[in-house]
């Protein structure tokens, strides 16, 4: 796995030009670009979710779209309209701004349920259908999209059905006050992003994400992993558990941070480290859970602290031999 490590920290490198002081953050955008996921980025404005994701855009020299979400945005305006053409008496699709490879969907939660499901097929298929036409989205493609804390007024919480799409969910958070000098510095006469270079191509990246496949998980870590995933689901707290396509992301999140340290099998660090950022978007907590304040993350590490770690071999056959 040198080469996906090597390939990791080549593009980790790059976005550490711009974004400071957040590299566990920028590997969670790396994991899920490793395992062709879509981002949640929950935080407040200002913090450099946009500069994030054209960072990652720019360092893999693939197409970037930029859509901003409102309450009065209709589904079309995501994924294009037909339009008669007068001239050839047929109808033309004029592709929407999710015809990209990456596609930042800034302020997610600002559209209304109906627009925010047009995102639905996109993310699951990787097509678009318009007019009972469907249109395949180029590849690689993922979504990064950026949400305001739910208590913020005008805001329309995401459905548990497209929370469940998006493979993490990461929080850039403030930076601290030496990484914000730096931040002042580097932008004092020109802004970093304008400069950064491709660091691979869209070819290296799928031959990358083929790899990560690969990476060996022990009966031990599977039976962890579900032992994680049904634990939030039998939790007297939790409404609604993680679900079955939780657990997947778990499992290949920590295929590819194993392969991102080099190695070719899943130890159960790689697990602990990704259960917050894979689970904590999608439980729904219950009533008794939000009067005594409760937050999913707080749940995620009880239940982590109180399933055991599987012992003994986990490096698998192909380590041995």
Same mark, same amino acid.
């Given at each position: 796995m040198k080469e996906v490590q090597e390939f990791s920290e080549r593009v980790i490198a790059n976005i550490e030009k711009v974004i400071v002081?957040?590299?566990?953050?920028?590997?969670? !955008?790396?994991?899920?670009?490793?395992? @062709?996921? &879509? $981002? /949640? *980025?929950?935080?407040?404005?200002? +913090?450099?979710?946009? +500069?994030?994701? =054209?960072?990652?855009?720019?360092?893999?020299?693939?197409?970037?779209?930029?859509? @901003?979400?409102t309450p009065d945005m209709l589904p079309s305006d995501v994924t294009g309209v037909s339009i008669f053409n007068q001239v050839s008496r047929e109808?033309?699709?004029?592709?929407? %701004? *999710?015809? !990209?490879?990456? +596609? /930042? !969907?800034?302020?997610i939660n600002r559209a209304t349920p109906k627009t925010q499901a047009a995102l639905l097929e996109a993310?699951?298929?990787?097509?678009?259908?318009?007019?009972?036409?469907?249109? *395949? $989205?180029p590849r690689p493609f993922m979504v990064l999209a950026t949400q305001n804390p739910i208590e913020y007024e005008g805001t329309f919480p995401l459905p548990e059905a497209q929370l469940d799409r998006f493979l993490v969910r990461v929080r850039l958070g403030y930076p601290g006050p030496e990484d914000e000098v730096k931040v002042l510095e580097r932008q004092q006469f020109? &802004? %970093?992003?304008?400069? /950064?270079?491709?660091?691979?191509s869209a070819d290296e990246l799928t031959a990358m994400q083929e790899a990560v496949k690969g990476v060996y998980a022990a009966p031990g870590i599977k039976r962890y992993?579900?032992? /994680?995933?049904? @634990?939030?689901?039998? &939790?007297?707290? +939790? #409404?609604?558990?993680?679900?079955? =396509?939780?657990?997947? !992301?778990? #499992? =290949?999140?920590?295929?590819a941070r194993a392969a991102m340290h080099g190695r070719e099998y899943i130890l159960p660090d790689d697990v602990k480290a990704?259960?917050? %950022?894979?689970?904590? &978007? =999608?439980? *729904?907590?219950?009533p008794a859970a939000r009067l005594r304040d409760l937050d999913a993350d707080e749940i995620v590490r009880e239940i982590t602290n109180s399933v055991p770690v599987p012992g003994g071999d986990l490096t698998g056959e192909r380590q041995s031999g």
């Open positions: 002081g957040k590299r566990e953050t920028i590997e969670l !955008a790396v994991i899920g670009l490793l395992c @062709q996921g &879509h $981002l /949640l *980025i929950e935080d407040v404005p200002g +913090v450099g979710k946009t +500069v994030l994701a =054209r960072s990652l855009a720019r360092s893999l020299g693939c197409s970037f779209s930029r859509i @901003q979400f109808f033309e699709f004029r592709p929407g %701004p *999710i015809m !990209a490879q990456i +596609v /930042l !969907a800034d302020e993310m699951e298929e990787r097509q678009i259908t318009v007019d009972g036409t469907t249109h *395949i $989205l020109q &802004h %970093p992003l304008d400069k /950064l270079d491709q660091m691979v992993i579900i032992s /994680l995933a049904r @634990q939030t689901r039998e &939790h007297s707290d +939790v #409404y609604l558990g993680a679900s079955p =396509r939780g657990s997947l !992301a778990l #499992y =290949r999140t920590a295929q990704l259960v917050s %950022p894979t689970f904590g &978007h =999608r439980l *729904i907590l219950g």
